[in-house]
């Protein structure tokens, strides 16, 4: 299976400067892994949108996938209780 490409928004720079060092570690951690594979047994697609998320502690990486071009998009990163507004 081919790699996917991570490409990730400016916008989630600005998101984890919020984040404790440590948290951002596991987080980078797990947007590597989804170069592999975008859709881990822990991930869920978002209903009404063509978006999914995976946990990572309190947090959330919501992301989008395009199959067609073997790029996965990081659209947003944040605590779980704020990233879905």
Wanted: hydrophobic share 35%.
């Amino acid at each position: 299976m081919a790699s996917y490409k991570i490409v990730v928004k400016k916008s989630v720079a600005k998101d984890l400067k919020n984040i404790p060092k440590t948290d951002v570690q596991r987080i980078l951690s797990a947007i590597e892994q989804l170069a592999d594979n975008p859709r881990p047994p822990q991930s869920k697609k978002l209903s009404g949108q063509e978006r999914f998320r995976i946990r990572q502690g309190n947090y959330r990486i919501l992301y989008t996938i395009e199959d067609t071009q073997l790029i996965v998009c990081v659209v947003k990163v944040g605590n779980r209780r704020d990233v879905y507004r």
